[in-house]
């Protein structure tokens, strides 16, 4: 640990030191129940490079650096959690962790055998080419900072969803998704009443508040109590107080800058605000290993839980990498063919999979009025066909929220989708094989959950 110390060092022996160091972050802030202690927050787009947060931990020498995503399942099993660079390169099976921790360990051998060069050298390479997150977590590791866990873990995210949705507000994240995924760029075109019905829908979104605006909050809890555990250590040992990082998800710098803007108390010479700290929401508490799959003790039946849950999957599909979708459904565990109400999970599957999304990519997932202008605007058309009957199964028009038999409903010539998953790796595959325009051609909001 003191070698990969001293080649941090030599690595950043030339950058700004302190808080200086850290004047790229997107939102710096402190708190008053800290205010001594410099907080900066990067925002990070999953698994793409942001090298300027490896140089302002290497040169800033924080405290700690408080990251959204887990470096190993065990580091993201509770808030606040901790992993050093030994725990993480005595893990046995292969992960994120115990790659990054032989990266650092190989940095420091470098800059230790084959001199300051080779290690700068061998830095900008893993600069270059590292994802922010993992970034992060080398070079917390080779400057001393402690690397915490600042999430809620995410089997509690996704019970407390199914906790608290219906099947009739699942449906309506169903509706605001799609208006996210494929309309925003249309909707300048259209008349004042759509674009208030689409302003309305997109507001009503229960998958936000829990997967995203909930998780804004714990976040920046966890940077407070960072922040204060610091304080109090630099207070007892009689030294200035070091910064305060955090990594988080690029969805949740907004939120948190609205966090932030909503409880300033003071604005800050370095920029940014100072914080109340007992002006933050409180956490909200935690549903524990009481829920399961079904809805836990949401007041729904199996059957209306399922048909929520299918509807829930397809929207994270519509968001997500495909990995936090399996994350969701290896969570709330397998349906099994033959139990209550798997019948209307699949037939829920077909409706938000495939029946929905295949009326010229939408249509038929937005409000009547709303989807009448889009139909003519939506570059692609519409196939009206089927459009009235799909309505009416949606549990918002009072429908059950699934067909017990598809070929029925107007829409057999739509196949019946594969997990979500798989969805959502097809359509990532799309996004990133970019447009003829030169842009990603991608209407996804990047998440990680």
């Not at 850290?22 to 008053?32: G, K, V």
């Not at 099994?336 to 699949?346: C, K, Q, R, V």
Request: charged content about 25%; some cysteine.
């Amino acid at each position: 640990r003191r070698e990969a110390r001293v080649a941090a060092r030599a690595v950043a022996a030339a950058a700004p030191t302190g808080v200086e160091a850290l004047a790229s972050c997107d939102i710096p802030l402190r708190f008053d129940s800290a205010p001594n202690v410099h907080v900066a927050v990067y925002g990070v787009i999953h698994c793409t490079p942001r090298g300027e947060i490896g140089d302002a931990l290497l040169a800033s020498q924080a405290a700690a650096v408080v990251v959204e995503t887990a470096a190993s399942p065990a580091h993201g099993s509770e808030r606040m959690a901790t992993i050093t660079l030994e725990e993480a390169a005595a893990i046995d099976e292969p992960c994120v962790a115990k790659m990054c921790a032989g990266c650092a360990m190989e940095l420091s051998s470098r800059q230790q055998s084959l001199g300051e060069q080779a290690g700068a050298d061998a830095y900008a390479a893993v600069r270059a080419n590292m994802g922010g997150e993992q970034l992060a977590y080398v070079t917390a590791w080779l400057s001393g900072a402690k690397l915490v866990f600042g999430d809620r873990p995410k089997k509690e995210t996704w019970r407390r969803l199914m906790r608290v949705a219906t099947a009739s507000s699942a449906d309506a994240c169903f509706t605001a998704a799609n208006i996210e995924r494929y309309y925003e760029e249309i909707l300048p075109q259209l008349s004042d009443a759509a674009r208030e019905a689409a302003t309305a829908a997109l507001a009503d979104d229960i998958w936000r508040d829990v997967a995203i605006v909930e998780r804004d909050v714990v976040l920046l809890h966890s940077l407070r109590e960072a922040a204060e555990a610091e304080e109090k250590a630099a207070a007892a040992e009689g030294r200035d107080p070091r910064p305060v990082v955090g990594v988080v998800g690029e969805a949740h710098v907004e939120g948190i800058l609205r966090h932030a803007a909503a409880t300033a108390v003071a604005g800050l010479p370095t920029g940014g605000v100072m914080l109340a700290a007992d002006g933050l929401e409180p956490l909200a508490p935690l549903v524990g290993d009481g829920g399961d799959g079904d809805g836990g003790d949401s007041g729904m039946d199996g059957e209306e839980a399922l048909v929520a849950r299918a509807c829930l999957e397809m929207v994270t599909a519509m968001r997500c990498n495909p990995e936090v979708v399996q994350d969701m459904m290896d969570e709330l565990g397998d349906v099994m063919e033959g139990e209550p109400g798997a019948d209307a999970y699949a037939g829920a599957f077909w409706l938000y999979g495939a029946a929905l999304p295949g009326c010229a990519a939408g249509p038929a997932s937005l409000p009547p009025a709303l989807a009448d202008e889009l139909r003519s605007a939506w570059p692609r058309g519409s196939d009206a066909d089927g459009l009235e009957e799909l309505r009416a199964l949606r549990p918002g028009a009072g429908g059950p929220g699934y067909a017990q038999a598809p070929e029925d409903v107007g829409g057999a010539r739509w196949a019946v989708p594969g997990p979500p998953c798989e969805a959502a790796g097809e359509e990532t595959a799309a996004r990133e094989g970019g447009d003829a325009e030169g842009g990603d051609g991608s209407p996804f909001v990047d998440v990680t959950v």
